[in-house]
């Protein structure tokens, strides 16, 4: 057959020539052209994915500036937009997908939003917190998933408001107390659940990071390794997987690390030079509710053993950049006179002493033996304060 073509092709003009081969060259580029795209998308993924974007409407608010606040390789980031004509837009550099807290100048609250893909949203000038997810399925998803965590949230809300109302009496804070342990034991057993459910769905990639230290090293190697690969691919998992290492690491060495750090007045507190037998470092923040929920706690226990078992360092991570003067006004203002370190999560050298100490969570706090620097206990959750107290209350037993 190749014989009787090639005396064929000798008789035909040169178009008629191209309008034969002309076919199968195409044929054979496009067949590469689209082997090749297989090729990216099965085999880099994160090449082939698109980066999400999240676009918002205002009905009548302009020149002004929204912010979105996200938890990123190992550290948070702030990227800003400008309103115009009643519209914004946030286009990021990363393929994966973002949970994130987005502000707006002018408008009072925040507004917790999952971005996928493009991501569109309604915002709500009245009640911003109540704005509507109008776009992105799988940003759908999250909002009908995490509706339980808001009411939760909201609840936690206001109960804390109510516990520090000049108007309630004791026996009625000690009821907002007890409903405020419940609740927040209720949102940490949705997290749990979900997370040992779906081990295929990034959202428990994001709810694992809130409740990171309530686990122990086995557990979070267990789930871990439970992941979907599509879930590993995503940045948060390797951020976690690391700190899962040094979390192993530190749980074999259990020592603190910087053991020195810079007061508000600008002297060194040096561990070394602790007299006390334990070192509580509390790190928190005073946009934080939950931090700020704890204090009179955190008061309590060192008002007990601050003269004999225990000092207490406060590390604050100042996410809105508070003045210096402001904050030194609030811890005034609520009676914490012990140290105090400021940092502000923006700067590269305090983000690298809060990756230090392994923090990503707020509050979290850490007892330490001054004369070992072990690391006794290290939890963030306000039950953690009692198995504090009752661990101090052993050890002044035993003596």
């Given at each position: 057959?190749?014989?009787?073509?090639?005396?064929?092709?000798?008789?035909?003009e040169?178009?008629?020539?191209?309008?034969?081969?002309?076919?199968?060259?195409?044929?054979?580029?496009?067949?590469?052209?689209?082997?090749?795209?297989?090729?990216?998308?099965?085999?880099?993924?994160?090449v082939?994915?698109?980066?999400?974007e999240?676009?918002?409407?205002?009905?009548?608010?302009?020149?002004?500036?929204?912010?979105?606040?996200?938890?990123?390789?190992?550290?948070?980031?702030?990227?800003?937009a400008?309103?115009?004509?009643?519209?914004?837009?946030?286009?990021f550099?990363?393929?994966?997908?973002?949970?994130?807290?987005?502000?707006?100048?002018?408008l009072?609250?925040?507004?917790?939003?999952?971005?996928?893909?493009?991501?569109k949203?309604q915002?709500?000038?009245?009640?911003?917190?109540?704005?509507?997810?109008?776009?992105?399925?799988?940003?759908?998803?999250?909002?009908?998933?995490?509706t339980?965590?808001e009411?939760?949230?909201?609840?936690?809300?206001?109960?804390?408001?109510?516990?520090?109302?000049?108007?309630?009496?004791?026996?009625?804070?000690?009821?907002?107390?007890?409903?405020i342990?419940?609740?927040?034991?209720?949102?940490?057993?949705?997290?749990?659940?979900?997370?040992?459910?779906?081990?295929?769905?990034?959202?428990?990639?994001?709810?694992?990071?809130?409740?990171?230290?309530?686990?122990?090293?086995?557990?979070?190697?267990?789930?871990?390794?439970?992941?979907?690969?599509?879930?590993?691919?995503h940045?948060?998992?390797?951020?976690?997987?690391?700190?899962?290492?040094?979390?192993?690491?530190?749980?074999?060495?259990?020592?603190?690390?910087?053991?020195?750090?810079?007061?508000?007045?600008?002297?060194?507190?040096?561990?070394?030079?602790?007299?006390t037998?334990?070192l509580?470092?509390?790190?928190?923040?005073?946009?934080?509710?939950?931090?700020v929920?704890?204090?009179?706690?955190?008061r309590?226990?060192?008002?007990?053993?601050?003269?004999t078992?225990?000092?207490?360092?406060?590390?604050?991570?100042?996410?809105?950049?508070?003045?210096?003067?402001?904050?030194i006004?609030?811890?005034?203002?609520?009676?914490?006179?012990w140290?105090?370190?400021?940092?502000?999560?923006?700067?590269?050298?305090?983000?690298?002493?809060?990756?230090?100490?392994?923090?990503?969570?707020?509050?979290?706090?850490?007892?330490?033996?001054?004369?070992?620097?072990?690391?006794?206990?290290?939890?963030?959750?306000?039950?953690?304060?009692?198995?504090?107290?009752?661990?101090l209350?052993?050890?002044?037993?035993?003596?």
């Amino acid at each position: 057959p190749f014989d009787l073509l090639n005396k064929k092709l000798v008789n035909l003009e040169i178009f008629e020539i191209y309008m034969i081969v002309a076919p199968a060259f195409l044929y054979r580029v496009l067949r590469s052209s689209l082997l090749l795209l297989l090729i990216v998308f099965f085999c880099f993924p994160a090449v082939a994915q698109r980066a999400p974007e999240l676009h918002g409407s205002l009905p009548t608010l302009s020149r002004t500036k929204a912010y979105f606040r996200y938890f990123e390789d190992g550290i948070w980031n702030v990227d800003s937009a400008e309103v115009n004509l009643g519209q914004f837009r946030f286009r990021f550099s990363k393929g994966d997908d973002k949970l994130g807290i987005l502000t707006i100048d002018n408008l009072p609250g925040t507004f917790s939003v999952y971005v996928s893909g493009i991501t569109k949203i309604q915002v709500n000038e009245n009640q911003f917190w109540k704005s509507k997810v109008v776009a992105s399925n799988k940003s759908l998803e999250y909002v009908r998933i995490n509706t339980p965590v808001e009411a939760l949230q909201d609840s936690l809300m206001y109960l804390n408001k109510l516990k520090f109302s000049l108007s309630r009496d004791a026996e009625l804070r000690l009821t907002d107390s007890l409903l405020i342990d419940a609740y927040t034991r209720q949102l940490y057993q949705y997290k749990f659940q979900f997370i040992e459910a779906h081990p295929s769905s990034e959202f428990s990639l994001f709810y694992l990071n809130d409740v990171w230290s309530l686990y122990s090293p086995e557990q979070l190697e267990r789930i871990l390794n439970r992941f979907s690969d599509s879930v590993k691919r995503h940045n948060l998992y390797e951020f976690l997987f690391r700190k899962l290492k040094k979390k192993q690491q530190l749980a074999v060495s259990k020592q603190i690390t910087p053991s020195k750090f810079t007061l508000l007045d600008g002297k060194i507190f040096d561990i070394d030079s602790v007299s006390t037998p334990y070192l509580l470092i509390n790190v928190w923040g005073t946009w934080c509710g939950p931090c700020v929920q704890e204090l009179p706690q955190l008061r309590d226990l060192y008002n007990r053993y601050g003269s004999t078992s225990l000092t207490v360092l406060s590390i604050a991570n100042e996410i809105k950049n508070t003045p210096k003067a402001d904050f030194i006004k609030f811890i005034e203002s609520h009676s914490l006179y012990w140290q105090h370190v400021l940092l502000y999560g923006s700067q590269v050298k305090h983000q690298t002493i809060l990756n230090s100490l392994g923090i990503n969570a707020y509050p979290t706090n850490i007892l330490i033996h001054t004369k070992t620097k072990k690391i006794v206990l290290v939890a963030d959750t306000k039950l953690f304060l009692k198995d504090v107290d009752d661990y101090l209350q052993k050890i002044d037993s035993i003596r």
